[in-house]
């Protein structure tokens, strides 16, 4: 005898004898997530509009908001829906596509702090050499 069910999703883990507390954690996250989208936001527009932030490190400044703006987006309206909703479930496509968006996007905020950090070391231990390694 051979199994034939197949499962339509993942089933995740809720606060589901306590609704009140989900309602509560929806307000926290959603609040933090609207902050981070501002202040982000705010980050690359002031990076953007003002020239005399137009230095490598500010540049990679607005790339890393622009990261975690992408970063926290491929999660936060996912855990929202989950904490807001009746239905505490996820495909395992969506949850599959989630996993490698989300671990793409951290791997490359990683590569971005560790050439951040190479251009603090430049700055800092070779400022004389700065111009013609770290050049545009």
Known sequence: MVNQSFPLGFLLLSFSEYPGLERIL??????????????NTLIILLLVLDPRLHSSMYFFLSNLSFLDLCFT???VPQMLVNLWGPKKTISFLGCFIQLFIFLSLGTTECILLTVIAFDCYVAVCQPLHYATIIHP
């Open 26 to 39: 929806f307000v926290v996250v959603l609040t933090s997530y609207l902050l981070t989208l501002v202040g």
């Open 73 to 75: 987006t491929s999660f």
